[in-house]
């Protein structure tokens, strides 16, 4: 499942992130803000009617990310 399917308040963990071509600076920016394989991740908040952004937190560190963004994020959920 990708970031942006988490349910808000769901617990997972960072499977990878999808690198779309060779050198892809989105790929490169996610894994640089922590977005690599391991780590904890949740969506704490979302925008009105499913829209954008997303608030999301890895680590203990949160983000605001586009959904186009968090759907480049493959995670795996934990049960919580």
């Given amino acids: 499942m990708t970031l942006s399917q988490l349910a808000k308040g769901a617990r997972a963990t960072v499977a990878e992130v999808e690198q779309r071509s060779p050198g892809d600076p989105l790929a490169r920016r996610l894994r640089a803000l922590g977005f690599v ?8 908040g979302t925008a009105p ?32």
Avoid: C, H, M
């Fill in 37 to 44: 394989g391991g780590e904890p991740v949740r969506v704490v």
């Fill in 49 to 80: 009617l499913g829209g954008d952004p997303i608030l999301v937190q890895v680590g203990f560190t949160r983000f605001a990310l586009r959904r186009s963004e968090a759907e480049r994020v493959r995670v795996e959920q934990v049960d919580a």
